[in-house]
């Protein structure tokens, strides 16, 4: 039990933690001329969106696979995003049309020799488990392919929104190998054991309506002229967690993730422990008195 407590306590530490400049966009979240060169873009969007980021990956010429650059730069981002204590919402995106991560870069992976190899995929693996543990909700819009470690990445997110024409698939078979992101683990959590094993071995690939089918993707849209449909319901379901309680937001984050890894009776301490948490927090009492007063709360995150 301590080692659960210790999570909590560990995960609440970063409210306190200094926040990042934010830089202002429109909610289309498109990189301007100078970020054109850079594989990872973090935008943070303002006026009522404030508290939103958008992580887009920019990776053209390689169809956003994961490369040493792309890793390197998606660690950084992650760092900055995880000391920001002003951001409330993250959504993962890519600003390539018609894909949204292609998994490894296998002409950079064919170049490594064997030692190289397994610790560029543990350090995959442990980026991954980066955006699965960041304090805000993760949201990953899915507007193309999203196969091998692309879909690794959506895993690690809370809420993953596809376009109808999405291709998601864990494919690594077809290579001979397995998928070594965390896809073992996390996939079977969210569709099942059995449904996890078949898609695995098949290698098979679905679109963003057989996703939905299976519990793969909490939302499915059509595809838009623009490209950006999953994108845009993504950010339509920031915008709903946005006037919540930040804090309350970031510990039910805690109590679900690390309550559905327990017992029951050890998920109930976490919970308990939890909204202990928020107790004495000037969010709880605004909220009280929003509602007493009949007008919207305006939480502050402390």
Not at 5 to 18: E, F, I, K
Not at 61 to 71: D, E, P, Y
Not at 214 to 240: F, T
Request: aromatic share 4%; hydrophobic share 40%; charged share 25%.
């Amino acid at each position: 039990m301590v080692s659960l407590m210790t999570s909590v306590r560990v995960t609440t530490s970063l409210y306190h933690l200094c926040a990042c400049t934010a830089r202002t966009l429109t909610t289309s979240a498109m990189p301007s001329p100078k970020d054109e060169a850079k594989e990872v873009i973090i935008n943070y969007l303002d006026g009522k969106d404030n508290g939103i980021a958008v992580l887009g990956l920019n990776r053209s010429a390689a169809r956003n696979s994961f490369g040493k650059t792309l890793v390197s730069q998606l660690n950084e981002a992650l760092a900055s995003i995880r000391e920001n204590n002003k951001l409330r919402v993250l959504i993962i995106r890519s600003l390539v049309p018609k894909i949204f991560c292609a998994g490894a870069d296998l002409r950079e992976r064919f170049k490594m020799d064997s030692s190289e190899v397994p610790r560029f995929v543990s350090s995959l693996r442990s980026l991954i488990t980066d955006v699965e543990t960041l304090p805000t909700p993760v949201i990953s819009a899915i507007d193309g392919a999203a196969v091998g470690g692309g879909l690794e990445l959506a895993l690690a997110t809370d809420i993953r929104v596809a376009s109808s024409e999405a291709k998601m698939g864990l494919v690594e078979t077809k290579l001979a190998i397995i998928p070594g992101g965390g896809g073992t683990q996390r996939l079977p959590r969210i569709i099942g054991v059995a449904k996890a094993k078949e898609l695995i071995y098949t290698a098979r690939i679905l679109d963003g309506e057989q996703a939905m089918q299976i519990g793969l993707v909490n939302e499915v849209v059509p595809q838009n002229k623009a490209g950006d449909a999953a994108y845009q319901m993504a950010l339509s379901i920031a915008r709903e967690i946005l006037p919540n309680g930040p804090i309350g937001v970031r510990l039910a984050k805690v109590a679900i993730s690390k309550g559905t890894e327990v017992s029951l009776e050890d998920g109930l301490e976490i919970e308990g422990q939890c909204y202990s948490k928020l107790i004495d927090t000037k969010d709880r009492i605004e909220g009280l008195t929003a509602f007493a007063a009949k007008r919207v709360p305006i939480y502050q995150g402390a």
